[in-house]
């Protein structure tokens, strides 16, 4: 039964929860060791009540050394995948994303692409000069230009346009042609009569969670699941450096990959374990504040 962890062993770090700072643990990861990081850390001024908070104008300065020792433990054809927002701060977006990525560049980091997360179920609302957030951005780094990719394990149902798109097709989708406004793409619907699915945008179309999964932050599984399938191969590495509730854990465990979390409440690793442990198939009880945490790995995923 897994179980929060202190220190890491490296010779036996990986499926395994650590209670500790993110910056600190991340030091005693060995280089390129894993293949892809997806998280979604504290926005800046939010839930300061469980984590203190980090302000817009500091964050920048306190997330990038973080992100030196992600590009360091990634593998060259890794990824790394960070779902974030920024905040209305007195009637303006603030800026400290548009910030932190420039400056990810900067640090080396190749900004490959932006998937917008769709929020399909978000609340309603009113405010007197924008409308209601119904999206994040979730933004995809690497290290090199080429990278792990199976495009094939996202592809999704074609749909109803499908019928009625091929059904009229005229002379130009019939062939390959280049655009009649100028640009490089070109195409040819006529090569998709045949298939039942078709590659995906970059939206992703996912309600959020609306259960009480006891963290004021928890992404819905479906999220992390899509990135992990898209970029991590099976037996591979999930590294997720602010674990919350362990969502990106158990879509990891599901999926056949390995993975290391991080989180520096007590209170949400024994979270993270306990949801891990019922997908493993253990009997688990509600953690609480006095329960021990002894030394127990998952030694029949370790690869």
Request: charged share 25%.
């Amino acid at each position: 039964m897994l179980h929060p962890e202190n220190d890491i062993n490296n010779e036996n770090y990986r499926n395994k929860i650590y209670l500790g700072d993110s910056a600190e643990l991340l030091a005693k990861l060995p280089d390129s060791c894993v293949d892809l990081v997806v998280t979604s850390p504290p926005y800046a001024n939010q839930r300061s009540k469980q984590y203190g908070g980090v302000k817009p104008d500091d964050y920048v300065a306190w997330f990038v050394p973080i992100a030196e020792q992600l590009r360091r433990v990634l593998k060259p054809a890794g990824s790394f995948v960070l779902n974030i927002k920024e905040h209305v701060s007195t009637g303006e977006r603030h800026t400290y994303v548009m910030e932190l990525v420039i400056e990810l560049r900067k640090k080396g980091w190749l900004w490959t692409d932006e998937y917008i997360w769709h929020k399909k179920n978000a609340f309603p609302g009113k405010w007197p000069n924008r409308f209601r957030d119904a999206f994040e951005r979730c933004f995809h780094f690497t290290k090199e230009k080429s990278f792990y990719m199976d495009q094939d394990s996202v592809m999704v149902p074609m749909g109803e346009w499908k019928e009625k798109r091929i059904k009229y097709l005229s002379g130009n989708d019939l062939e390959r042609h280049s655009s009649q406004v100028g640009n490089t793409f070109a195409k040819n619907i006529a090569n998709w009569a045949e298939r039942e699915k078709a590659y995906p945008t970059n939206v992703l179309n996912i309600a959020t969670n609306c259960k009480n999964v006891k963290h004021p932050a928890a992404f819905p599984e479906e999220l992390p699941s899509w990135f992990i399938k898209l970029f991590c191969p099976e037996g591979g590495v999930v590294l997720d450096p602010f674990m919350g509730s362990g969502t990106t854990a158990v879509a990891s465990v599901k999926l056949k990959r390995q993975f290391i979390g991080f989180e520096n409440k007590r209170e949400y690793a024994l979270l993270s374990c306990l949801n891990i442990n019922k997908i493993l198939g253990f009997k688990v009880s509600v953690p609480t504040a006095s329960r021990s945490e002894s030394r127990i790995g998952m030694s029949n995923m370790e690869g």
